[in-house]
């Protein structure tokens, strides 16, 4: 597709998708593009792997879209594959299925149900911090990151910690590859990897039950009939990407913050009680999820005709990085007092992990920081990021021991 080809009645500004999130930049970068596309136009238009999609990049815009619903559908949630030959279930589900499938999940990520998992996140924080204080260093993305929502997610899922290493490498295939022709096929074989694997976990719950989230899928019912092996299937797939990977990518940026602004951590180390506002503005600032969403119908955004069938891509930190919306937005304040953000989305797909993320986050934090007050990065590394699902790669700390 070339410019030219392009449905643009409106003359809106011409944004293409590997322009938007190209591919690995020094980290803050790709953040920091869409911080200039939005402030130079709300809307965009341009080519996402040979289809046409929309990019919103401000505030009020995004809020709207994601709460109306009926028309920005979750049929399609990424730019490049707007008729996708697969359905993350929950996320990709909408009107009355959708609203079942909430209130049959939205139990096991209560408030409630996460107090219940406070003892369980700080027993697992402890043996990643012991896997690593004594060495004064590690490559933070892989040895901590990752690993620690890791394990929660295996054990939430009742899945053997000795696959880990092969969940967290389909993880980076399906959310961290860019996003080319070549690069689905990839992702794609990936997603049907995983199926197969979870595919055998459902025979083996349904032969013998046990205390975890899919024996609990296996035993509901929705309108009163069992759920159909496809979709606990499918929606075992989204829990393996949102599970592995948000509050991985989440921390990453944190401790990078925290390590490039020492004046932040030792307000933080001084005043531990900032720690949940700091988290909520690490969340606001480092919104690296983005969202998209199918047009059920024609509609207009900002003055921008847009036809149904077609894709909008909103990213969550164009909206919280908004100046329209936020005093100082383009700045860390970690005692914000007002601070309503959309990391974790708006409307009635918004995260139903929110309480559980919350709660890894604060649990990482301040055990880390009780333990290792003090760390750099390592001088001469580079912290680089990669597009698609953004996210930091890799970042070395060192601290003294």
């Given amino acids: 597709m070339t410019t030219t080809e392009l449905h643009n009645p409106a003359g809106c500004p011409v944004a293409h998708l590997q322009d938007v999130i190209p591919g690995e930049l020094p980290a803050g970068e790709h953040m920091a593009i869409i911080d200039r596309l939005r402030e130079a136009s709300p809307v965009y238009t341009g080519d996402a792997a040979g289809h046409q999609y929309y990019l919103l990049t401000r505030m009020a815009d995004i809020r709207k879209s994601y709460q109306t619903a009926a028309v920005f559908t979750n049929e399609a949630v990424t730019p490049s594959d707007p008729n996708p030959p697969y359905r993350w279930i929950p996320e990709m589900l909408d009107g009355p299925i959708h609203v079942a499938w909430r ?18 996140l700080r027993d697992r924080f402890t043996e990643v911090l012991d896997s690593i204080a004594a060495k004064g260093s590690c490559e933070f993305v892989s040895e901590v990151a990752l690993l620690f929502p890791n394990v929660i997610f295996m054990d939430l899922m009742g ?9 967290q490498a389909w993880e ?19 997603m049907m990897e995983v199926i197969g694997y979870f595919s055998k976990l459902i025979d083996q ?24 092996t496809q979709d606990i299937l499918d929606f075992c797939l989204l829990m393996f990407m949102a599970g592995l990977d948000t509050v991985a990518t989440q921390l990453s940026y944190n401790f990078w ?8 951590r030792e307000r933080l180390l001084a005043e531990p009680q900032l720690w949940p506002s700091a988290i909520e503005e690490f969340l606001r600032f480092y919104s690296f999820v983005t969202p998209s969403r199918k047009l059920s119908q024609d509609t207009e955004v900002a003055g921008c005709p847009m036809k149904a069938g077609q894709v909008v891509m909103m990213p969550l930190v164009a909206a919280n990085r908004d100046p329209r919306e936020f ?19 708006a409307g009635p797909h918004r995260c139903l992990g929110s309480h559980l993320a919350r709660e890894e986050l604060l649990t990482a934090m301040t055990m880390w920081h009780e333990r290792i007050p003090n760390y750099r990065i390592v001088p001469g590394t580079e912290v680089p990021e990669h597009g698609g699902q ?12």
């Fill in 103 to 120: 209130q049959l999940l939205t139990p096991l990520w209560s408030p409630g149900a996460v107090d219940k998992l406070k003892a369980s």
């Fill in 159 to 167: 899945l053997p910690r000795e696959d880990a290493d092969q969940f």
């Fill in 172 to 190: 980076v295939t399906i959310l961290h590859t860019e996003r080319t022709p070549e690069s689905m096929e990839l992702q794609f074989a990936a």
């Fill in 205 to 228: 719950r349904r032969a013998e039950p046990k205390d975890d989230m899919i024996s609990y899928v296996l035993a509901a019912k929705i309108d009163g009939e069992p759920i159909p």
């Fill in 257 to 264: 913050h925290l390590a490039t602004y020492p004046e932040d």
């Fill in 327 to 345: 005093v100082d937005a383009d700045k860390v304040i970690i005692d914000r007092e007002i601070n309503r953000h959309l990391a974790f989305g």
């Fill in 390 to 401: 953004m996210g930091i790669s890799s970042l070395h700390l060192e601290w003294d021991v």
